[in-house]
């Protein structure tokens, strides 16, 4: 490390992508020039062209966030989950800037990269909690995996040729039982990730609730479950089924053997958001799934 500035921004970027590299180095000059520091971690400054003064870790710990005011992420959807994991870990606000497709977790868009700068170096953002999940497994009676995510936690099974046989549980009481390929288990802020797919309900952000989405059910009953957040959700993957697999945010997993017991309950960590606009999330969901609207003419005046 060599100058220390008065603030400082974290930045978390694909390198793997060109328009990553070329958009963390429009940022890292733009924050630099209104003397602003910067860190990035050294498996990623290898890929960029950056000025000796910025810092460089070699792995992103809660420790080597604290000091900064927040953390900057660039890419698309998965390094944007990689981004909340620092951010959960430290309580640093993220700021997102998305380089894929959806990116809902994302604050803005590729060609915003000036707003961007200045809206950080004057301070123009205010920041939000979202809620996360807590994941826990037992077998046998025993803890045996803790983990958490912001979108979802997903049991899944392994074989394609057979379902999956599991019994949900809510607030300790049995709902129902059937084969499938898996169950989401989601946040509002993952209710446009995984669970959207597999046929859950949109939840704006500011709702506070837990959902459970069943993915191929074979069954009558398998329709998504909205419950209360200080709920408790539980899937049980039966004794007589193959094994399964657990997914936090599609990011980290765990093989569930037959007879595995995953417990979801509201996260007593949230991760914090760095937003820019004002948008309600209704305009947000339009733009993002470019949803038609045309012959809207807006309440009565």
Request: proline share 6%.
């Amino acid at each position: 490390m060599t100058q220390t500035r008065a603030r400082t921004v974290f930045l978390l970027a694909h390198t793997g992508r060109p328009a990553a590299i070329r958009s963390a180095e429009l940022v890292v000059q733009g924050l630099l020039r209104s003397g602003i520091g910067v860190r990035v971690l050294d498996a990623e400054a290898v890929d960029l062209t950056l000025p000796d003064e910025v810092q460089t870790v070699e792995e992103a710990t809660a420790e080597c966030i604290d000091d900064c005011e927040l953390i900057v992420v660039l890419g698309g959807d998965g390094t944007l989950l990689r981004g909340a994991e620092f951010a959960r870990a430290s309580g640093v606000p993220m700021l997102g800037v998305n380089l894929g497709r959806v990116g809902f977790l994302a604050e803005a868009e590729r060609d915003d990269l000036d707003k961007v700068v200045d809206r950080v170096v004057t301070r123009a953002y205010e920041v939000e909690e979202r809620m996360t999940i807590d994941v826990v497994v037992h077998r046998n009676g025993d803890i045996v995996h803790r983990d958490w995510a912001l979108n979802e936690a997903a049991v899944q099974k392994v074989s394609p040729e057979r379902m999956l046989e599991v019994v949900l549980e809510i607030d300790g009481r049995p709902v129902t039982g059937f084969g499938c390929d898996g169950i989401v288990c989601a946040t509002p802020t993952g209710s446009t990730a995984y669970a959207f797919s597999a046929g859950g309900p949109v939840v704006w952000p500011e709702v506070e609730a837990l959902l459970m989405v069943p993915i191929s059910a074979h069954a009558l009953f398998a329709k998504p479950l909205v419950t209360s957040p200080d709920s408790v959700l539980a899937v049980e993957v039966q004794p007589d089924t193959p094994h399964g697999v657990l997914w936090c945010d599609g990011r980290r997993t765990l093989e569930l053997p037959s007879g595995a017991r995953v417990e979801v309950r509201r996260g007593e960590v949230p991760v914090r958001l760095a937003r820019l606009h004002h948008a309600s999330f209704t305009d947000r969901l339009v733009a993002k799934f470019a949803l038609p609207v045309s012959g809207w003419r807006g309440a009565p005046h």
